[in-house]
């Protein structure tokens, strides 16, 4: 949530305001609408060739780590859309070097509900920081709530299944006795070694 009181009650701590595009926006801290508590953040403007920004400050991160980013979007009267960035850096203070932006396909008008748009992408090697980046393309309004980010490492996560066909198993059948290996994680595994325990599989069957 946007709660803590920056230099104004009118600005939300930790966040800056910026128009790196077209005509200056209006950037305040809201009342009028939240998600979670009381206040949520807004961006209006009049123009549609504006673009801007609500832009997180720096959060340390570890490169080659997922990083799971989200926020809560409430549009009005868009002329195009609000979405959710998280870019990626190599050091600060400056000079940092911008090593990429992964934005979310965004939305338009909401019709006054708050959606939630979620992305997620690993952090370039040589990551140090990112920030979290609301931003407004075009006319209108969006109120933004409940951001978050979320950090994971880069693992394997295997699962072994055991299937035995046919059961039971009747005189002069032949056992066909499976070992299946899965890899649900979102890393490469290596050197993987299986071992069962077939006598204690004999006793059970």
Not at 28 to 46: F, K, P, W
Not at 52 to 67: F, G
Not at 111 to 123: D, F, I, R
Request: with cysteine.
């Amino acid at each position: 949530g946007f709660e803590c009181d920056g230099p104004s009650a009118t600005e939300p701590a930790d966040w800056e305001p910026d128009t790196y595009k077209g005509k200056p926006a209006v950037f305040y801290r809201s009342q009028l609408t939240s998600h979670g508590e009381e206040y949520s953040v807004a961006i209006a403007s009049g123009a549609e060739s504006s673009e801007s920004r609500w832009q997180s400050i720096p959060i340390s991160a570890r490169e080659n780590w997922v990083y799971e980013f989200s926020s809560w979007v409430n549009g009005d009267n868009l002329s195009n859309k609000a979405t959710v960035a998280l870019s990626f850096w190599s050091d600060l203070p400056s000079p940092s070097t911008h090593l990429g932006t992964v934005t979310h396909n965004g939305t338009g008008n909401t019709a006054g509900e708050w959606v939630n748009l979620v992305e997620s992408h690993k952090a370039p090697t040589g990551t140090h920081y990112i920030r979290l980046e609301c931003h407004l393309l075009g006319a209108g309004t969006a109120y933004f709530d409940d951001v978050a980010i979320r950090e994971y490492a880069q693992e394997p996560v295997l699962d072994l299944a055991q299937l035995d066909v046919p059961d039971p198993v009747r005189p002069g059948d032949v056992l066909r006795y499976t070992l299946t290996l899965s890899n649900t994680g979102n890393m490469t595994a290596t050197s993987v070694v299986t071992m069962d325990d077939i006598e204690a599989l004999a006793k059970e069957i």
